[in-house]
């Protein structure tokens, strides 16, 4: 079959192929990681003052001012003295060999320090969203779309839980679980049990965001046509709401645990803080008072990058999920 | 000229005040707890019990009381008087913060949707990559370049909270742009500018009260998160967050330093959540 087509029609029927939208979409990507590359670097050169006497102060814990030969012997040790295009491809080539510069304090690479912290933050995270995720499908399931106190309480103590401060609720379950009826240990350190006040201080938040929408979505699917069908086939109230309301309420669930990385990320910092639990929060919070700049900017590296990867697994499940949207 | 410039300020002021007039309970109620911490803001003196820096060592750390309604802390002074000290600065940081944060996105918001095209699409570029970032992280990033202050942390969270509000209001001037007067103003022939101005910005703008609103309350929260860790105001302030910071240490012996500072700031963030809820609610025509 021979078909006569211009480049643009071409293109356009092509555009449809899995294997291009993927390809377009990591193209998309790598740019986002380039450009949070590129400020990562901006941030660390607009550091007022000098940045050889900052990282002499950090070393020796010192305040004063560093005679020139040792400010021009770390000038020539990080390259500073070099023009910032050099710098800059220095920088990024750097990158794509996994190194993130070293850390002005420890003296160490970037890349090794949050590589040693980032599994046990990452372990929270997961734990928080599972967990998040089963608070809000259980309770929807049970209680929304009903026009019942319960259902009027459910909602507010979501948007209490939306809105209440992180760290706050984190230092409640603390002072009550821990101090006074000392069910869990104070510092859980690493061990499973420390585990479970960390993450349900950090999935309350989450449930309460996500309870709201999937309350929304439930509530709308419940007056659609299908659900009176089942209705009418003698379905019980329960096996409705399971097997065809919760699947149309779930979708805008994927989108929302993708959205979930940032708000995950920023509770587990401080979240780690309240507990003084082992992971990024502690690392970070050092870095930015003693104005470790280079593990500052390697966690916004990093950061962008899960947010990237979380982004195409959230459109490729859902392309999988529901064939039929439309990937452009 | 000054005619529209009238126009466009007035209208969404008239519609907040025909909302006003009529409101449900727990609105009602909000609105009694922000007048309060206002009225704290404003005037501590009137609702301080004690001074709020006078050291008492011989009762400190006492839990709530009669005397020490909200306790008092590690130097005996009274945790009431201070949270009602620390209103003011705590104020003044989330509407700064929310105030700077808004200017950035609506700079940011408009150009990228008014502009179209490549402009369009290198601006939305530029705040996708800091959407990409979390918030706090990006609050760090500022307080670890220009090191810990009360300015410092305004502008954290101002930059912080921006790229989200930046994607709203873009997407909220692209579906104003796309609607039905628009098209008609556009075929009656009116310059491009004077459509912005009289039909695009006063329509894209106007869920912006709600959002604010919720805005505020949501960047104390952040700013008050700033300074728990130590990276804020710095602890002699009686700023909530500040006080959080304070608590930190004692919260195995004394939970009220940790948890009632943490309540002020619930109690307002929520509160501004729920009327800003209910003016979203109202604009939209719901009820």
């Given at each position: 079959m021979t078909l006569i087509l211009t480049t643009n029609d071409a293109m356009k029927i092509a555009a449809h192929h899995s294997i291009v939208w993927f390809a377009r979409r990591i193209l998309s990507g790598l740019v986002v990681v380039w450009a949070a590359a590129t400020f990562a670097f901006v941030i660390q050169c607009v550091l007022p003052g000098d940045r050889a006497q900052i990282i002499i102060n950090v070393t020796s814990g010192n305040v004063g001012l560093a005679s020139s030969a040792e400010l021009a012997a770390i000038n020539a040790k990080y390259g500073f003295d070099q023009p910032l295009a050099i710098q800059y491809g220095k920088y990024i080539s750097g990158i794509l060999h996994g190194d993130l510069g070293e850390s002005?304090?420890?003296?160490?690479?970037v890349a090794g320090i949050i590589a040693e912290q980032i599994g046990p933050t990452i372990g929270l995270a997961v734990t928080a969203l599972l967990f998040a995720w089963i608070i809000a499908i259980l309770t929807t399931l049970f209680i929304a779309g009903r026009d019942n106190i319960w259902a009027k309480l459910l909602n507010d103590t979501q948007v209490f839980f939306a809105t209440a401060p992180p760290y706050w609720l984190a230092t409640i379950l603390l002072v009550v679980f821990?101090?006074?009826?000392?069910?869990?240990?104070?510092?859980?350190?690493?061990?499973p049990v420390g585990l479970i006040l960390p993450t349900v201080a950090l999935a309350l938040e989450l449930s309460g965001f996500f309870g709201q929408v999937v309350q929304n979505e439930f509530t709308r699917v419940l007056e659609q046509p299908f659900v009176t069908s089942a209705r009418a086939r003698g379905m019980s109230e329960f096996g409705v709401r399971l097997r065809h309301v919760l699947r149309h309420a779930a979708l805008p669930g994927i989108t929302l645990s993708g959205w979930a990385l940032g708000k995950l990320l920023s509770g587990a910092i401080l979240i780690e803080v309240v507990f003084a639990r082992q992971g990024l929060g502690g690392v970070l919070v050092a870095a930015t008072s003693s104005r470790d700049v280079p593990i500052v900017s390697g966690a916004v590296l990093i950061s962008a990058g899960l947010f990237v990867l979380v982004s195409l697994i959230v459109d490729l499940t859902y392309r999988v999920v529901d064939p039929r949207i439309n990937l452009t | 000229m000054s005619m529209f410039a009238e126009a466009t300020v007035s209208r969404p002021l008239k519609e907040v005040l025909a909302i006003v007039r009529h409101f449900p309970f727990r609105v009602a109620a909000c609105l009694i707890i922000i007048g309060l911490f206002a009225l704290a803001a404003l005037a501590p003196k009137v609702l301080q019990?004690?001074?709020?820096l006078a050291i008492d060592l011989r009762s400190s750390?006492?839990?709530?009381?009669?005397?020490h309604w909200f306790g008092t802390d590690q130097l005996g002074r009274d945790l009431y008087s201070r949270v009602v000290e620390g209103a003011g600065q705590s104020l003044a940081i989330g509407l700064g913060a929310t105030a700077l944060s808004m200017s950035i996105a609506i700079v940011f918001g408009v150009a990228a949707a008014l502009s179209g095209g490549v402009c369009d699409s290198v601006l939305s570029r530029i705040v996708d990559v800091l959407f990409a970032i979390p918030t706090l992280l990006l609050a760090l990033v500022v307080v670890s370049v220009f090191g810990p202050s009360v300015l410092t942390e305004v502008i954290a969270v101002g930059i912080g909270t921006a790229p989200g509000y930046a994607r709203m209001i873009r997407g909220q001037m692209l579906a104003v742009k796309e609607t039905g007067y628009v098209e008609a103003a556009k075929v009656l022939g009116h310059p491009f500018s004077r459509i912005v101005r009289r039909h695009i910005l006063p329509n894209a703008m106007n869920p912006l009260t709600a959002m604010m609103t919720i805005g505020v309350g949501q960047a104390i929260i952040w700013a008050s998160g700033l300074a728990f860790l130590?990276?804020?105001?710095?602890?002699?302030?009686?700023e909530w967050g500040a006080l959080l910071n304070a608590g930190r240490n004692y919260v195995i012996y004394a939970w009220w330093l940790e948890i009632i500072p943490g309540l002020a700031v619930t109690a307002f963030a929520l509160s501004l959540t729920i009327i800003g809820r209910h003016l979203q609610d109202r604009l939209e025509g719901k009820k």
């Open positions: 002005y304090q420890q003296h160490r690479p821990a101090v006074k009826l000392r069910i869990f240990p104070v510092i859980g350190g690493s061990s | 019990t004690h001074d709020p750390l006492q839990s709530p009381s009669f005397d130590g990276l804020g105001v710095a602890p002699p302030a009686a």
